[in-house]
């Protein structure tokens, strides 16, 4: 199985340095925890080790302790594409080691052979309404999977629990393989009037994802869905989806029920529906002043949504505390292949008004733009216009790195994990006694 050998050899290493840490610096203190801390989300205290990716909160992501900048540069591209393959990034975020272009083939190469979608997948989808959530039909097809986990079946048979992570990784080569066809069906069903359009096996993972949503035609948009697919991979494992998809995970469930949970996570308005949720609200900006909108307007509407008690959708984040670098490169790729795109053009001059105005509050602690507050606008130069459909592209890249972080966990034989609630009366009375 590609890539086995390599987390194979990496793999005691990883268990010796976890051991030694917890035998020799067990009772080592990273981190008090505060009451303020408690009723506000946990906000800000280290629950997880994440060696696969972390949010620098001045500079953003890193893979593998590589920027965003420098993984577009050194990972190898897809053949006559000015982005990186998406097999290459699924190897990077795997392994710790940049693959060759060969190594990136490979992975792509293994994902054709098993991208075969089972047909329960495709009913379990065709039994929600049209007009039903596309996240949900997301979530409920890869939950349908379960039952063709090789981990499960591993562990039914007592596989040693040494090997656990062998069979997680197959689920996770199975189900990112399956993924672009799931996304597609989805949309197809919704959009389409159901005309499905078979893989082109000729084609990289990005590419034929724009394929088989019939966008095969543009070249540039299966570039975007290269840049998308990279920028929306992973972001540390103590967010909503990936974290959620780790705690479901810590139970031994498979690959498929823990990612069902993580996807259902990132379905929530603060986190990957946000991705939605920012293009509407550049459309009815757009809308409303019947073109790209003055300097004035923009700050007379952003004014109205907070006075009517709503978040501007795009901005702020929980960890970074910078113009998210994902943002950026989204920005350079509309500025080098659509600059007079009116969408665009809105959402910059939103990028000039909006961060003084949170910034006014006095309460947002990260005033600057998050990758959502692009996303919707270059979907929507290629005719993706389905605002809510956003958050499953969202979901078929953060498979990725989700599976990553699961199969690492398993790697490295971490326990189920179970944090500990307290009551109202008994925090108050720690405090009393102090
Ligand atoms: N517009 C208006 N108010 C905002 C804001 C925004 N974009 N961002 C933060 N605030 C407000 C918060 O609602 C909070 O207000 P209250 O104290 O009244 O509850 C206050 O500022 C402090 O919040 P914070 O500590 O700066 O931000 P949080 O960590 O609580 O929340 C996030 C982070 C992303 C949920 C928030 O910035 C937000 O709602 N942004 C808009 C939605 C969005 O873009 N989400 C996508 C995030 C990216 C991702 O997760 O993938």
């Known amino acids: ?33 505060t009451v303020q801390q408690i009723y506000s989300g946990i906000r800000g205290v280290p629950i997880q080790v994440s060696d696969i990716s972390f949010v620098d909160p001045d500079h953003g992501i890193r893979y593998r302790d590589y920027s965003i900048n420098e993984i577009l540069k050194l990972l190898p591209k897809a053949p006559g594409s000015k982005y990186p393959m998406v097999g290459g990034l699924y190897y990077l975020l795997m392994d710790n080691e940049l ?45 349908s999977m379960s039952c063709d986990s090789k981990f499960s079946k591993a562990y039914h048979e007592s596989v040693g629990k040494n090997d656990y992570w062998k069979s997680t990784l197959d689920d996770s080569i199975d189900l990112t393989a399956r993924m672009p066809q799931i996304a597609a069906y989805i949309y197809n069903k919704k959009y389409r009037n159901n005309q499905q359009i078979d893989p082109d096996p000729k084609l990289d993972y990005a590419a034929n994802f724009a394929h088989m949503i019939g966008k095969g035609d543009d070249p540039l948009y299966s570039e975007l869905m290269r840049l998308f697919i990279l920028l929306h991979a992973d972001h540390e494992n103590a967010n909503v989806s990936a974290h959620t998809a780790h705690l479901v995970g810590s139970a031994l469930s498979d690959i498929y029920l823990s990612c069902s949970a993580g996807l259902n996570g990132l379905a929530g308005p603060l986190h990957g529906l946000a991705n939605q949720e920012c293009c509407n609200w550049l459309l009815d900006l757009y809308h409303f002043y019947q073109g790209i909108p003055s300097k004035e307007q923009i700050e007379e509407y952003a004014r109205k949504t907070l006075e009517d008690g709503k978040v501007i959708p795009g901005y702020g984040h929980a960890v970074l505390r910078c113009t998210d670098p994902r943002f950026t490169a989204e920005m350079e790729f509309a ?69 990553s972080h699961v199969v690492f966990a398993r790697a490295v034989n971490k326990p189920i994990e179970r944090p500990k609630a307290l009551t109202t009366r008994m925090l108050e009375s720690m405090i009393s006694e102090q």
Do not use: C
Not at 112 to 132: H, W
């Open 1 to 33: 199985m590609i890539l086995e050998d390599r987390i194979e050899a990496n793999v005691s290493v990883w268990r010796e340095r976890v051991a030694r840490m917890i035998k020799e610096y067990g009772d080592f203190v990273i981190s008090n925890v």
């Open 99 to 143: 693959p060759t272009l060969s190594k990136a083939k490979e992975v792509e190469e293994e994902w054709k052979k098993r991208a075969t979608v089972p047909d329960y997948v495709f009913k379990i989808i065709d039994s929600f309404p049209d007009d039903g959530s596309a996240m949900a039909m997301l979530s409920a097809g890869v939950l």
């Open 335 to 403: 500025k080098a292949h659509f600059p007079d795109d009116e969408l665009f053009r809105t959402a910059m001059a939103v990028f000039e008004v909006v961060p003084g105005i949170l910034m006014e509050t006095g309460k947002v602690k990260n005033p600057w733009p998050n990758v959502d507050a692009l996303n919707g606008a270059l979907q929507y130069h290629f005719g993706v216009t389905e605002t809510d459909y956003y958050t499953v592209l969202f979901g078929l890249s953060r498979m990725l790195g989700i599976t």
